[in-house]
């Protein structure tokens, strides 16, 4: 991940990685100060592993179950917690413009110790999507990511279309194929 001197980032360094809390979260742990922090991986969204409001907003927006939605969840948390193991070194990179979200998560890019960010490993391998609910200055980017991702069928784009090749086809009703005409 690069950065220029035209974004608004800081840069915080001194942190290990404490738990993977699924497909997009995780929290570290100053190694100086012992503090410990819940990051909510900035720019990108995973299914969830929990039902909740959103899990149900979710089987709205992608027309799959959520009992599926569920299992995409857990194939992103395991992706995530197999490539940052607990006390692996991490720099937190965050936009000033957005440095919390609404339920207190520290929003950021995390740092790998080779220098890349997990957010886009996440992204290039197909186990989350672009998040646009909020401004990322990197949205642009993490989209053409995706997108790639998709047309190469990584990760979770390869469960979805395995899956919905299963599902029967609908025909139309008679009704609304005559209310089309």
Known sequence: MQTSAKEQTMVRTGFEVVKIVDGDGLIVRNIFTKIEEEI???GIDAPEI???AKLIQDERETHLPGSYLLTLGYKAFDFLRNRVKPRAKVTIVQEYHNL????????????LP?????????????YVKPYEKLN???LPIYQAISLKAKRRKRGL?????????????????????????
Do not use: W
Not at 100 to 111: C, E, F, N, P, V
Not at 161 to 179: E, G, M, R
């Open 114 to 126: 080779n220098g890349k960010s997990i957010n886009e490993i996440m992204l290039e391998n197909g």
């Open 40 to 42: 909510r991986l900035y």
């Open 50 to 52: 929990k039902r909740c």
């Open 157 to 181: 784009f390869r469960e979805v279309a395995a899956f919905q090749k299963c599902l029967p086809y609908v025909y139309p009703t008679k009704q609304k194929a005559l209310a089309n005409h």
């Open 136 to 138: 990322c200055s990197k």
């Open 100 to 111: 919390t979200d609404k339920y207190g998560r520290t929003l950021a890019y995390i740092l």
